[in-house]
């Protein structure tokens, strides 16, 4: 909702909550694509409803358990059977369900699902501003050749001092219209440095949370990796006197000295012979 907000404060939302995980997830999921699915249709906007051109199935992340909703069978055939184009952004980025493979577009992220249906009004005002500039400076290409044209004209039939004063008037006309021109060019320069200006905040933001998630998947590999947790779990670590780990009984006769390292501490052990049962 703020990234819809910060792009397209313009376009109306119509937000329709719905369980997210557990046993009545699919279910509640499916009542709300369906209350929108209605609201897509020309007799909502006849009663000054909102008309729904784009859905936005989304929810945060979470482990494949708390996401399993989104891979039910009934679930997926109400996605597939959306009138308007679908955008799923469910879990994060390495999160995949069913319902986007069923859905038109996937984004990794609710955030980025909003951003890719909502361009930022900027975009469409920088659009509709060149159009203007392009539109104009037809229009005076137009007037400027009708004008030599009219000049043409009167030069050949009016008297010298005439043509002077038309001269005079047509040069200050040129004047005005480079004025113009050289002040149009600096407004396109200001506008773009505004542009850039509001869009690096942005694009910082973006790169950061991008080094913060890889981060985060960095540290949880790394701890995935970390032997203290085999140790908690009843596991020992046996290296002899000179630092070595053992790892066959062959490295450990009788009356060898070991020691062995669990989950708070270590203990020195001494081999014994194997027991007769």
Not at 13 to 32: K, W
Not at 45 to 71: K, M, T, Y
Not at 75 to 91: M, Y
Not at 100 to 114: H, K
Request: hydrophobic residues 45%; contains cysteine; aromatic residues 2%.
């Amino acid at each position: 909702m703020t990234a819809l907000k910060r792009r397209v404060p313009h376009i109306p939302v119509v937000m329709v909550p719905a369980l997210v995980q557990g046993a009545q997830a699919p279910q509640s999921i499916a009542r709300a694509l369906d209350a929108l699915y209605a609201l897509s249709g020309e007799a909502a906007h006849a009663h000054g409803i909102p008309r729904v051109d784009v859905i936005l199935l989304v929810r945060g992340g979470g482990s494949i358990e708390d996401l399993w909703a989104f891979n039910d069978e009934q679930l997926a055939r109400t996605i597939v059977q959306s009138p308007v184009p679908l955008v799923s952004g469910v879990g994060h980025e390495t999160d995949f369900t069913i319902a986007d493979f069923c859905a038109d577009l996937r984004a990794p992220t609710p955030t980025a699902a909003a951003e890719l249906v909502a361009q930022p009004r900027e975009v469409w005002l920088g659009a509709l501003a060149l159009m203007h500039e392009r539109l104009s400076e037809g229009v005076e290409r137009q007037l400027d050749r009708h004008a030599q044209r009219l000049d043409l004209a009167a030069r050949q039939i009016s008297r010298p001092s005439n043509l002077v004063a038309r001269q005079r008037l047509d040069l200050l006309a040129r004047a005005q219209r480079l004025r113009h021109a050289v002040q149009q060019q600096v407004h396109r320069g200001d506008r773009r440095l505004e542009q850039i200006r509001s869009a690096l905040p942005r694009s910082v933001e973006r790169s950061q949370a991008q080094l913060l998630q890889r981060l985060e998947r960095a540290t949880t590999r790394l701890e995935l990796l970390n032997p203290q947790h085999v140790l908690a779990r009843g596991y020992a670590l046996l290296t002899n006197e000179d630092g070595q780990a053992v790892v066959s009984v062959d490295q450990a006769p009788a009356g060898s000295a070991l020691r062995a390292t669990v989950s708070d501490g270590t203990l020195d052990v001494v081999v014994t012979p194997p027991r007769l049962l």
